[in-house]
């Protein structure tokens, strides 16, 4: 049984790094699922074993922030965001610099992939009508929502895994995590102002397509703004307090539900569901590799070569490697399975570096794809080589100055 639930785990991380499984169209989020059903179907884990596995307050709590932030994107905050920032009459490098500041601010307190999602199109559509090339802003908003998000322990799905699991204190996990972060937002400006200098304005042959229509940005809806923005404040509030921080996320995401102005279905179709399938799936995954015993027996060789994975020297390269093969989600979990004893300050360096690895390569991080994909309807294709250019010297200098900060 022991090879069976290693091989079951071994096809899953395998279709982590690839995206799918080769010849069909799975992706990341049915791979985890089917691999947390063949679990049960294997005889693996029982069913009652599997649901127990499942982190139900991690979830819960990814869940009711998906809802505070949907109620931002339907309030129409993010549109007038985007509007803003492209309208501002300034020089494209600090048009850039806005950008990132602004992506990677929002993004500590609503998630990065969110940000992205809803900041994408207008950012693009509102920069090339001024002439410049969308590519280095959608690069800048990508890269800055990763390094703002590492900031807190609600601003990316693997840091709330995280605060979560470590049981993590809010405001010092901020204040440990304000220097790189911050770093790391100066370091994507500049490596991008650095590649992009002489090329901010289009050029003929480098977008398929015309200039999209602008259209009137859609107006900001005040009252919903304003309960969001109360939602916010007392999420903040309570992460500060003793009260017990799911129960107090899941009180105001029900008080956001309840509404005369946004229909509770606009509300919930705001959420990704296929994020909180995904986290469901690996749970059920790690946690039957775990019971193999398999990873106390890893993490004791690791001990003996000196190469706990607790340790900078150690957590760096492989937090580069396994979010850019894996993704940093599932890194985490596999990390936290291998070795669930781990130190505050330790989990604090994991969050840290293993988003800012996300910003390595397009597939780094599911803010990236998303940036990505969603330009691509306008005709604009970021593709590995003109994201790699930027984002390999942007987490290079990030991940390196969080290591200064760290060791210092």
Known sequence: MTWLTLAIFLAVY???????????????????????????ISGAVTPEAALAAIDWPTLILLFALMILSAQFALAGFYDRVAARLAAGRVGPALLL?????VSGLTSAVLSNDVVVFALALPLARGVWGRGLDPRPFVLGLAGGANAGSALTLIGNPQNILIGQL???????????AAVPSLAALLAVHLAIVLVWRRRWHLAADSLSGTAPD????AAVDRPALIKAVVALVAVLVAFSTPVPHVEAAVAIAAALMISRRIETRRLLAEVDWSLLLLFAGLFVVTGAFAATGLPGQALAWLAEAGIAPDRLAVMAPLTLAGSNTIGNVPLVMLLLAIQPDW?????TALAVLSTLAGNFLVVGSLAN?????RVRSLGLVVDFATHARSGVPM????MGLALLWFVV
């Open 14 to 40: 395998a279709g982590m790094a690839a995206g799918r499984w080769p010849g069909l169209a799975v992706d990341r989020t049915g791979i985890a699922v089917i691999g947390g059903l063949a679990m049960v």
């Open 97 to 101: 610099g806005l950008v990132v500041a």
């Open 166 to 176: 470590g049981g993590l204190d809010f405001w010092s996990y901020a204040a440990a």
């Open 214 to 217: 602008m259209g009137r940005a």
């Open 343 to 347: 130190s505050p300050a330790a989990l």
């Open 369 to 373: 794809i998303i940036a990505v994909e």
């Open 395 to 398: 987490t290079l200098a990030g």
